[in-house]
């Protein structure tokens, strides 16, 4: 079945270090990648997508690269702040079986300074 | 635009009682989701709605749940009765469109107790 795997946590990283939080993918067909953020107190928030493969989505310094031959799709960011503190899951979802996205167990980031 | 809104944030019941949880979708979304995450586990699934029918409702874990959207605009999720398992945040969120590429933005949750 469809399935997202993301690297267990929490991560714990100093203010201006680099991030990558791994995530890999199994499905069939070609579905949609996804990274959701959720701050502390808050709801999930999208932070970046990409709907092919070779796709980069990127927001808010953040990157991800959909990488078909390896399905996977990490996150990096080249220099962390306190306040990229939350819990991030990467996610898929598939067009033809359905509108579901599909999570990963979402990985705690904590960032001090 | 307003974002979508869940209520209550935060509800503790007990045992066998009943709750009613309400989501409010972005206006002009058509599309609206439940999802579950239980105890620090992956967030599920529960079911989907276009409009106000029932799109797919695989993820529902039993009959003690009953989602409606009458008039395709709020929805609601009762839980009835409520489980020790039934404990876990509530998410709903909803698209403009069904597509896999159409992003699905989410509420803020409502985090619900059963002791």
């Known amino acids: 079945g469809n399935s997202v795997t993301q690297m267990e946590g929490p991560v714990t990283l100093s203010e201006e270090a680099f991030l990558t939080i791994n995530c890999t993918y199994t499905a069939t067909g070609y579905p949609s990648l996804f990274w959701y953020v959720q701050y502390p107190g808050e709801g999930l928030q999208l932070l970046l997508k990409?709907?092919?493969?070779?796709d980069k989505g990127s927001n808010k310094g953040f990157e991800a690269t959909y990488r078909k031959e390896t399905t996977s799709f990490h996150l990096e960011k080249g220099s962390v702040q306190v306040s990229d503190s939350a819990v991030y899951f990467c996610?898929?979802?598939?067009?033809?079986?359905?509108?579901?996205?599909?999570f990963g167990k979402g990985t705690t980031l904590s960032v001090s300074s | 635009e307003a974002g979508v809104t869940q209520f209550p944030s935060h509800s503790v019941i007990e045992k066998g009682q009943t709750v009613t949880l309400r989501c409010d979708p972005i206006?002009?979304?058509?599309?609206l989701y439940w999802y579950r995450r239980v105890m620090g586990k992956e967030i599920k699934f529960l079911l989907h709605f276009v409009k106000e029918s029932k799109q797919d409702e695989s993820g529902m874990p039993n009959n003690r749940f009953l989602a409606e959207r009458t008039g395709g605009t709020y929805s609601t999720l009762k839980v009835q009765p409520a489980e020790l398992e039934d404990s876990g945040v509530y998410f709903c969120?909803?698209?403009?469109?069904?597509?896999?590429?159409?992003?699905?933005?989410f509420g803020d949750g409502t985090r619900l107790s059963i002791l």
């Open positions: 990409a709907t092919k493969a070779d």
């Open positions: 206006s002009g979304h058509d599309n």
């Open positions: 969120a909803s698209s403009q469109g069904g597509g896999s590429n159409q992003p699905q933005h």
């Open positions: 996610a898929l979802r598939k067009g033809q079986a359905g509108t579901a996205l599909i």
